[in-house]
């Protein structure tokens, strides 16, 4: 190399950034800034920003697709007056312009090079549908190991059947968790960053959820009951990201986006959901807005705070439980009002989100993802940050409450409320209503 030569030669397109050949380049190419070429005029602080911010870690994709809507293996068209309009169709369509993005916000494009099926007439009838949508018509037939999908822009994608998302499967938890590793890895190879998988319900509902689960963060690990199950609709694509986020960085795996053929009714669902938790928010924030008054009244009252004597720190306790899940209950039920807003009224995000997109990755990208996804997303998050805990503290508040008013020692009280508590916690698990399907 000479004395002039630049050891960074100039990436001047986003087709150089993200070659279609090899998207899937090491991460440390990736981690380094482009910079111009000498005699080349220097970017504007904006372009520069935009280019390093794309030159992130390579990100592994895994699309689950539920097969469609049938009857005896046929696919159901969206109605009779139209025999050739399928739901997949527009679902097709929308994963078609989501494979075109070469600049998504946090993550590197996607380029699907395999997909697997279940060897289901269902289950390869929305699979041909899905390649007919993105490029190329293919015909399946029973456990056809030679088919190949090619792209609008060229690229070769690989089709197999698979057992692993076949229906009412009887599997363990070590055997859901290997399917989703081996897939992951899958997703890893040279000419591509991403498998597609068409199969069935519980198969790709499991498999998502141990993506999902392969390295939980702090929120996770404080759970007392597993994370909900992410719905996958009939026709319907959710894409599980996975980033290694390099040598000192916890992996992680997130829902990027889900697309839906139509989820204006289940928008409507999750709304009518959000007012009811609302209103079970404001009566709570009511009933504990009522009784702090009377806590504090104990408080104030210097002879009966007196006579509580060495327990006097338990209704201090109790009164600063109460105050703290009263200003949960109202921030729930505030968060919640805002949700009901109609989408015609919701706000953009301000200037600089996408630097902030990888802390945000427990909401789904919207587009391609539906107004319904994104309620439910947010509802979820408030209730378990706000009201759940809310509730936690209230109820431990009445528990410092119940134990100042009781006169009885603080062993006897562990010696009874331990037990009971353990009791308690098992009943409320136990009970738990199990929902789901197997199709």
Request: aromatic share 6%.
């Amino acid at each position: 190399m000479t004395a002039d030569a630049d050891p960074h030669p100039a990436e001047t397109s986003a087709h150089a950034r993200w070659p279609v050949d090899d998207p899937c380049r090491t991460a440390a190419s990736r981690l380094l800034p482009v910079r111009p070429a000498r005699g080349q005029p220097t970017r504007s602080p904006l372009a520069r920003s935009d280019a390093v911010w794309s030159t992130v870690n390579v990100t592994r994709y895994v699309l689950l697709c539920r097969h469609g809507s049938h009857r005896s293996g046929v696919l159901t068209p969206v109605n009779k007056e139209s025999p050739d309009d399928y739901p997949i169709d527009g679902v097709a369509s929308r994963l078609r312009e989501e494979l075109a993005r070469e600049n998504p916000p946090g993550r590197t494009p996607i380029r699907i090079h395999r997909a697997a099926y279940a060897d289901t007439p269902e289950s390869r009838h929305t699979l041909e549908k899905l390649a007919k949508g993105i490029g190329h018509e293919v015909g399946l037939h029973d456990g056809d190991e030679g088919a190949i999908i090619r792209t609008e822009d060229g690229q070769t994608i690989k089709v197999a059947p698979s057992p692993d998302l076949m229906p009412s499967q009887d599997q363990s938890s070590e055997d859901v968790t290997r399917a989703a590793e081996n897939w992951t890895k899958a997703a890893s190879e040279a000419n591509g960053n991403a498998v597609l998988l068409v199969g069935h319900q519980p198969a790709l509902g499991r498999i998502c959820d141990a993506l999902l689960s392969r390295e939980p963060g702090w929120e996770e690990r404080l759970r007392l009951r597993p994370r909900p199950s992410t719905p996958i609709d009939r026709s319907g694509i959710v894409c599980v990201a996975v980033d290694d986020g390099g040598p000192r960085k916890r992996a992680r795996a997130w829902v990027a986006w889900a697309i839906s053929y139509d989820d204006s009714a289940a928008a409507d669902a999750v709304r009518a959901k959000v007012g009811r938790k609302m209103d079970v928010a404001k009566t709570l924030a009511g009933v504990v807005t009522l009784g702090l008054p009377l806590v504090l009244g104990v408080l104030f009252d210097s002879s009966q705070f007196d006579g509580l004597g060495d327990r006097r720190w338990a209704v201090q306790a109790g009164a600063l439980c109460y105050l703290v899940a009263g200003a949960l209950f109202l921030a729930t039920m505030f968060y919640y009002d805002s949700l009901l807003m109609p989408e015609r009224f919701w706000g953009e995000t301000a200037a600089g989100a996408r630097k902030k997109q990888p802390q945000r990755r427990w909401l789904v990208e919207r587009p391609p993802s539906s107004a319904a996804w994104v309620l439910y997303q947010n509802m979820m998050r408030i209730w378990r940050r706000l009201f759940t805990v809310g509730a936690v503290v209230a109820f431990l508040g009445s528990a410092f409450m119940a134990y100042g008013a009781i006169r009885v020692s603080l062993g006897t009280t562990m010696l009874v409320g331990v037990p009971g508590a353990l009791l308690t916690a098992w009943l409320v698990n136990s009970s738990s209503p199990l929902l789901g399907s197997e199709d």
